[in-house]
């Protein structure tokens, strides 16, 4: 039996039901008998006043008045509504909930409805909201130096502007919620989330009842990418209120298309900026402007904004700046959590800046951007520029850089239409969540009889190996395979207030929360091993499913221990819990340690780009990535080519697009180009980097890789940058815009 665990290559617990099938989704759990189904009338417009809404016969339709609690969905806050009541303020605004005993009855009943709407001139851009001052989140600025005076001395000034879209996340399981109704005004509720404690919350007030009458459960998603945070606490509410009227236990499972107009997506962001450089090509100040899209409501707009502000330099750093970053609002659906929280929008702006400078000043971008490396951000965090640029210096060397850009050189020469470009990214990336008590998990580890163990945590699986890397957690505390530990279902039931699987910090607090409570729970078994043994308990092992004492004598199985200590009255059963230290934000000055370390990756791309027709395809990549000891290499290269692909989608191909009158056009796979499996790149190598360690505190020195990576994917636009010959580019970097690009040269 192999019992060093943690660290070691375990498939996903569930990879062979996930390709087989077998794994239940929400969707796959059985009806319970009864179970109707509800279906959201949208908005047909973007902006309006709601005079009344025609609605089909034989349906039970859910309005606002039917609310036995509050309309009210926010999941910071109050004030977002979860149907529309006299204003309409996006296109794809739930206006009411059709219940049928059919999913598709409820579904012809939705498209049947027919509001009435007096409609309003919708805002719709980002500059137009600004022009206006209408912020979601008003102006938030990290300042340092005299920035007007360092840029009036910079030998040289740029300015630009540029823009960056959303994404939609594109889970492969949709929003889902099942909500059946007990006794008392009970709710079980099954949802898809990645927060189920808001599901739980945002529940509760909309039905008006206590925290502890709703219990909320989720085995899986089929991905969230940050879409479940916030988006999928509504869903559920939306199926609990029909529950709740109706009697019946009532399932919402939204359409692609609803999903698409209803939910919220990444916020697109607008840069301007204005920097100053001396001659050798270092920044000497920066004056920019990040506005993102929030659409119609707040959401998590605020943290969006705050991880945008505090990536904006990323890596690197100037005497002088002044950084500001707000978000406006519009009638666009209400943006939210993406993956890298607003990090990757952040960290485009240096990319600009730098290309530009290099364009500009005649350097060449790979010698800028080892000038500017900081050594702390803006905001007075430490930073470790020599892992930056080990980082970096791996993957130039993995792509074998040198050959790479020799060879798209030649390559260029001979052919008059096809262009290759190379570039490259770097970046750190900041683990915690922003707010700082959000950073706190709960566990609770259960020892049986036979020795076999079960583990519950507030951590919810959505595919990016949480549950089996904090299983390894577990079993290496028993010193057991990791077979041994079941794991549970997430349930606001057994591990309560709960902060979301979300932030890349899943691992790291859950991880640390089982700990606490594997570990409690074996200091009680090792004092009764160690009467047993005649030994001491801090001299016992707990290893190969043993308990040995000192001195090579023969100790017991565990679970012959289990059964002592069940005989001895001994608990076998205990929670943990765990709060990140030393992260703290002073809002007032702007300064602080928000997170508990930085990771660090770099990448390398190839593109080929066709200038005919402005299409291309990525013909390499290298990556890096410091996950610090990983707890599982083979899930963290999974989750690095994953966030990359991803990152990919989102910078050159995925557009969202709305029509003059503010309506969401790209409402499917048809309008919506999401990559597919021959748009990975044909050479993908991404690695870990070897022989790192996280900070003392980290979790078995190890680091965070949920997020991060997604980043990594600046270095297509920094290749394509390369084959057009433009430093800056419009993002994203479709086939449209790269032939504009080329032709406004
Ligand atoms: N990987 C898969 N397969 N599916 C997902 O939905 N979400 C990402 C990332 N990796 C996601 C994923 C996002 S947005 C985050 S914040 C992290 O996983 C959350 O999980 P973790 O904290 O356990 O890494
Ligand atoms: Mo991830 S965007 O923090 O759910």
Same mark, same amino acid.
């Given at each position: 039996?192999?019992?060093?665990?943690?660290?070691?290559?375990?498939?996903?617990?569930?990879?062979?039901?996930?390709?087989?099938?077998?794994?239940?989704?929400?969707?796959?759990?059985?009806?319970?008998?009864?179970?109707?189904?509800?279906?959201?009338?949208?908005?047909?417009?973007?902006?309006?006043?709601?005079?009344?809404?025609?609605?089909?016969?034989?349906?039970?339709?859910?309005?606002?008045?039917?609310?036995?609690?509050?309309?009210?969905?926010?999941?910071?806050?109050?004030?977002?509504?979860?149907?529309?009541?006299?204003?309409?303020?996006?296109?794809?605004?739930?206006?009411?909930?059709?219940?049928?005993?059919?999913?598709?009855?409820?579904?012809?009943?939705?498209?049947?409805?027919?509001?009435?709407?007096?409609?309003?001139?919708?805002?719709?851009?980002?500059?137009?909201?600004?022009?206006?001052?209408?912020?979601?989140?008003?102006?938030?600025?990290?300042?340092?130096?005299?920035?007007?005076?360092?840029?009036?001395?910079?030998?040289?000034?740029?300015?630009?502007?540029?823009?960056?879209?959303?994404?939609?996340?594109? $889970?492969?399981?949709?929003?889902?919620?099942?909500?059946?109704?007990?006794?008392?005004?009970?709710?079980?509720?099954?949802?898809?989330?990645?927060?189920?404690?808001?599901?739980?919350?945002?529940?509760?007030?909309?039905?008006?009842?206590?925290?502890?009458?709703?219990?909320?459960?989720?085995?899986?998603?089929?991905?969230?990418?940050?879409?479940?945070?916030?988006?999928?606490?509504?869903?559920?509410?939306?199926?609990?209120?029909?529950?709740?009227?109706?009697?019946?236990?009532?399932?919402?499972?939204?359409?692609?298309?609803?999903?698409?107009?209803?939910?919220?997506?990444?916020?697109?962001?607008?840069?301007?900026?204005?920097?100053?450089?001396?001659?050798?090509?270092?920044?000497?100040?920066?004056?920019?402007?990040?506005?993102?899209?929030?659409?119609?409501?707040?959401?998590?707009?605020?943290?969006?904004?705050?991880?945008?502000?505090?990536?904006?330099?990323?890596?690197?750093?100037?005497?002088?700046?002044?950084?500001?970053?707000?978000?406006?609002?519009?009638?666009?659906?209400?943006?939210?959590?993406?993956?890298?929280?607003?990090?990757?929008?952040?960290?485009?702006?240096?990319?600009?800046?730098?290309?530009?400078?290099?364009?500009?000043?005649?350097?060449?971008?790979?010698?800028?951007?080892?000038?500017?490396?900081?050594?702390?951000?803006?905001?007075?965090?430490?930073?470790?520029?020599?892992?930056?640029?080990?980082?970096?210096?791996?993957?130039?060397?993995?792509?074998?850089?040198?050959?790479?850009?020799?060879?798209?050189?030649?390559?260029?020469?001979?052919?008059?239409?096809?262009?290759?470009?190379?570039?490259?990214?770097?970046?750190?990336?900041?683990?915690?969540?922003?707010?700082?008590?959000?950073?706190?998990?709960?566990?609770?580890?259960?020892? $049986?009889?036979?020795?076999?163990?079960?583990?519950?945590?507030?951590?919810?699986?959505?595919?990016?190996?949480?549950?089996?890397?904090?299983?390894?957690?577990?079993?290496?505390?028993?010193?057991?395979?990791?077979?041994?530990?079941?794991?549970?279902?997430?349930?606001?039931?057994?591990?309560?207030?709960?902060?979301?699987?979300?932030?890349?910090?899943?691992?790291?607090?859950?991880?640390?929360?089982?700990?606490?409570?594997?570990?409690?729970?074996?200091?009680?078994?090792?004092?009764?091993?160690?009467?047993?043994?005649?030994?001491?308990?801090?001299?016992?092992?707990?290893?190969?499913?043993?308990?040995?004492?000192?001195?090579?004598?023969?100790?017991?199985?565990?679970?012959?221990?289990?059964?002592?200590?069940?005989?001895?009255?001994?608990?076998?059963?205990?929670?943990?819990? $765990?709060?990140?230290?030393?992260?703290?934000?002073?809002?007032?000055?702007?300064?602080?340690?928000?997170?508990? $370390?930085?990771?660090?990756?770099?990448?390398?791309?190839?593109?080929?780009?066709?200038?005919?027709?402005?299409?291309?395809?990525?013909?390499?990549?290298?990556?890096?990535?410091?996950?610090?000891?990983?707890?599982?290499?083979?899930?963290?290269?999974?989750?690095?080519?994953?966030?990359?692909?991803?990152?990919?989608?989102?910078?050159?191909?995925?557009?969202?697009?709305?029509?003059?009158?503010?309506?969401?056009?790209?409402?499917?796979?048809?309008?919506?180009?999401?990559?597919?499996?021959?748009?990975?790149?044909?050479?993908?190598?991404?690695?870990?980097?070897?022989?790192?360690?996280?900070?003392?505190?980290?979790?078995?020195?190890?680091?965070?890789?949920?997020?991060?990576?997604?980043?990594?994917?600046?270095?297509?636009?920094?290749?394509?940058?390369?084959?057009?010959?433009?430093?800056?580019?419009?993002?994203?970097?479709?086939?449209?815009?790269?032939?504009?690009?080329?032709?406004?040269?």
């Amino acid at each position: 039996m192999n019992t060093a665990i943690v660290g070691h290559a375990l498939r996903h617990d569930s990879a062979l039901r996930h390709a087989s099938g077998e794994a239940r989704f929400l969707d796959d759990l059985p009806e319970p008998a009864g179970t109707w189904h509800a279906a959201l009338a949208l908005s047909p417009v973007a902006h309006g006043r709601l005079r009344g809404l025609d609605l089909p016969e034989g349906v039970r339709a859910i309005l606002p008045a039917d609310i036995p609690g509050q309309n009210d969905i926010a999941p910071i806050g109050h004030g977002e509504v979860l149907l529309a009541e006299t204003l309409v303020e996006h296109h794809g605004q739930p206006l009411a909930i059709l219940v049928a005993p059919t999913r598709d009855a409820a579904l012809r009943a939705a498209a049947a409805a027919r509001p009435r709407i007096e409609t309003l001139p919708p805002v719709l851009s980002i500059e137009a909201a600004l022009e206006t001052g209408s912020f979601l989140v008003p102006p938030q600025i990290i300042a340092e130096g005299d920035v007007e005076a360092a840029l009036a001395a910079a030998p040289h000034r740029l300015t630009g502007e540029f823009r960056a879209g959303g994404q939609e996340h594109f $889970y492969l399981e949709g929003q889902i919620a099942l909500a059946i109704p007990g006794e008392e005004g009970e709710m079980l509720v099954h949802s898809s989330t990645q927060h189920p404690t808001e599901v739980q919350h945002v529940v509760a007030r909309v039905l008006g009842e206590p925290y502890h009458r709703v219990t909320v459960q989720c085995r899986r998603l089929g991905g969230g990418f940050g879409g479940k945070e916030s988006n999928a606490s509504w869903v559920a509410a939306a199926a609990a209120l029909a529950a709740r009227v109706t009697g019946h236990p009532v399932k919402l499972r939204l359409s692609r298309r609803a999903d698409m107009a209803a939910t919220g997506k990444r916020h697109p962001f607008l840069y301007r900026w204005q920097a100053g450089f001396d001659e050798e090509g270092r920044l000497l100040a920066l004056d920019a402007t990040l506005a993102a899209d929030g659409g119609h409501s707040l959401d998590m707009s605020g943290g969006v904004v705050f991880r945008a502000l505090t990536h904006a330099l990323n890596c690197y750093g100037a005497p002088a700046l002044r950084v500001l970053a707000c978000a406006v609002k519009t009638n666009h659906v209400s943006n939210t959590a993406f993956r890298g929280f607003g990090g990757p929008q952040g960290a485009l702006l240096m990319e600009d800046v730098l290309h530009r400078a290099a364009a500009q000043l005649g350097h060449d971008v790979e010698s800028l951007r080892l000038r500017n490396l900081a050594d702390r951000t803006p905001y007075g965090q430490r930073l470790e520029p020599a892992l930056t640029r080990r980082v970096l210096a791996e993957a130039k060397a993995d792509a074998e850089w040198d050959r790479l850009r020799a060879e798209a050189a030649s390559f260029n020469a001979e052919h008059p239409t096809l262009r290759k470009g190379v570039g490259s990214f770097c970046c750190a990336f900041g683990i915690a969540f922003g707010i700082p008590h959000l950073n706190q998990a709960g566990a609770l580890v259960h020892v $049986y009889t036979d020795g076999s163990i079960r583990l519950a945590h507030g951590g919810t699986e959505m595919g990016q190996g949480l549950f089996i890397k904090v299983a390894q957690v577990v079993a290496e505390v028993f010193g057991m395979p990791v077979e041994a530990v079941g794991l549970a279902p997430t349930s606001t039931a057994e591990i309560p207030n709960t902060s979301a699987t979300a932030a890349s910090t899943g691992s790291d607090l859950n991880g640390w929360a089982a700990h606490a409570a594997a570990m409690a729970v074996r200091d009680r078994m090792a004092e009764v091993a160690a009467r047993h043994l005649r030994c001491t308990p801090e001299s016992l092992r707990f290893e190969d499913g043993h308990v040995l004492p000192p001195g090579g004598n023969e100790g017991m199985r565990f679970g012959e221990l289990a059964k002592l200590c069940w005989r001895e009255r001994v608990s076998l059963s205990a929670t943990g819990f $765990y709060r990140t230290p030393d992260i703290h934000w002073d809002a007032g000055r702007m300064r602080g340690e928000p997170f508990f $370390y930085f990771t660090y990756g770099a990448a390398v791309a190839e593109v080929l780009l066709d200038t005919l027709t402005g299409e291309h395809r990525c013909l390499s990549a290298h990556l890096v990535q410091d996950c610090g000891r990983s707890l599982n290499p083979a899930i963290d290269l999974g989750q690095i080519e994953g966030a990359f692909v991803q990152g990919m989608g989102w910078l050159t191909s995925e557009e969202l697009w709305w029509d003059g009158d503010g309506r969401q056009r790209t409402l499917g796979p048809s309008t919506y180009k999401i990559p597919g499996s021959r748009d990975v790149p044909p050479v993908l190598r991404a690695r870990l980097l070897e022989g790192s360690e996280a900070r003392a505190g980290a979790l078995f020195r190890s680091k965070a890789v949920g997020e991060p990576p997604l980043l990594l994917a600046t270095a297509v636009v920094n290749a394509l940058r390369d084959a057009t010959g433009v430093p800056s580019l419009g993002l994203p970097a479709t086939a449209e815009r790269l032939l504009a690009a080329i032709r406004n040269r």
